[in-house]
Structures are given as C-alpha cells and as structure tokens.
C-alpha cells in the first residue's frame, strides 16, 4: 500500500496501492456498510441494495452534464447512509424520492431525465409540467467562483 486517506465525504478510505506482480498502480475505496438493506420493488419482491445501480441511475441521467464526479459520488453516498439509517428493508420509492431531492439541488436538467423514467412520463405535457415546477423555483445556486 503507499497511501491512505479518507475520501471528501468521510465516508470511505481511499488507498492507493500497488501490485507487487507488475507494479501497476490503482486506487480502492473501502466503505463502512452499516446494515445489509434490502429492497422492496414495486411488484413486492425483494432484491439486495446495490450501491453501483443507484450510481449508474444518477450518472445515467446527469451525463453529458457539468456535474463534478464527486458531487455525484456524495449524492450516492448521502442517500446511501439515509437509507442504512432508516431499516433494514426500504421501499423503492422512497429512494427514488431520495435521488429526486437530490438532482432537484444539484442540476434542474439531471432531475428532469431521472422523473422522467422515475414517474414513468407518457406525454409531453408530463414535461412540461415538470419543466414549470423547476422553473419557478429557479436554477440550483452555482458554486462559488463558477461563472455562468
């Protein structure tokens, strides 16, 4: 191992190591899992959480979206921590509520992408609908020092 350190968020360790067979370098994250948590779908079966889906529904409707890698990573692992916090069993909807109110602070467009699958949009005015929710509210706060 050459180093070792906690990530942004704290919630994982963060190691860079390297092979002892060919020298290459890589990194690993190690996480602290509170509780095996299991999913409850919608037609009430019951499947283990998966970190890396829950990852890849969020990075699937933020691409292509000037959104930091790890703002994404701690979204995943607040809500991650939310749900290890809450029981042992969580019902699917409640974690996609959890990504709405995340992409709603984080990008007003990732957000439409995700409640368009999510809330299953049929028709176009289930768009624009949404798209006039967001509007009102206006655009997430930009970070400091970024220009528009």
Do not use: N, W
């Amino acid at each position: 191992m050459k180093d070792s350190r906690s990530s942004e968020d704290g919630a994982a360790i963060r190691r860079r190591r390297q092979c002892e067979g060919c020298g290459a370098r890589f990194t690993t994250f190690e996480r602290v899992q509170l509780r095996d948590l299991v999913v409850i779908k919608k037609d009430g079966s019951r499947e283990a959480f998966d970190r890396a889906k829950l990852a890849r529904a969020i990075g699937f409707a933020s691409a292509k979206r000037d959104i930091p890698s790890e703002k994404i990573e701690r979204l995943v692992s607040s809500i991650q921590r939310q749900l290890e916090t809450s029981g042992d069993e969580v019902r699917a909807e409640q974690i996609g509520e959890r990504v709405m109110e995340g992409l709603k602070t984080l990008d007003h467009v990732a957000y439409i992408r995700f409640a368009s699958i999510y809330r299953d949009f049929s028709e176009a005015s289930d768009f624009a609908e949404i798209a006039g929710e967001v509007g009102e509210e206006g655009e997430p706060a930009p970070e400091p020092g970024k220009l528009l």
